[in-house]
């Protein structure tokens, strides 16, 4: 069990714990990256785009898919992948939120090490 998870406890957390996990991944953002700039790819046309073989892309858009962060549509032979704007925002409001709430803790901190460091001072 995640510390998402733990403090929620509800299915919602597991969901962004997925979420999380897969931006957590540098090639899978750049796998994004690409396919905003490219528009709807298939898994070939975004290793031709990647340091990684396509076999690597396919494994990285199954993880992004299962974290609704990016659909596939069967166009004829090829499955053709686009990121989900939603999705990807709802993903950005969370890690803005964590870093707000990061930056409050940080911001405690700083205020009692400052009350500490006068304490000493007098």
Same mark, same amino acid.
């Given at each position: 069990?995640? &510390?998402?998870? =733990? $403090?929620? #406890?509800?299915?919602?957390? +597991? ?9 957590? @991944? *540098? ?34 858009? &199954?993880?992004? =898919? $299962?974290? #609704?962060?990016?659909?596939? +549509? ?9 990121? @989900? *704007? ?34 000493? &001072?007098?």
């Amino acid at each position: 069990m995640t &510390a998402t998870s =733990e $403090r929620s #406890g509800g299915e919602s957390s +597991r969901i962004d714990d997925t979420l999380w996990d897969a931006v957590g @991944d *540098p090639t899978r953002r750049a796998l994004m990256d690409v396919m905003i700039a490219a528009g709807p790819s298939s898994a070939t046309r975004l290793s031709e785009q990647m340091p990684v073989s396509r076999q690597a892309v396919a494994k990285h858009l &199954a993880v992004l =898919e $299962r974290a #609704g962060l990016v659909e596939a +549509r069967q166009e004829g032979r090829e499955r053709r992948f686009t990121v @989900d *704007p939603e999705q990807l925002s709802r993903a950005t409001a969370q890690l803005q939120d964590v870093g707000r709430r990061w930056d409050a803790r940080l911001d405690r901190i700083r205020l009692l090490a400052e009350e500490i460091h006068r304490s000493r &001072a007098n």
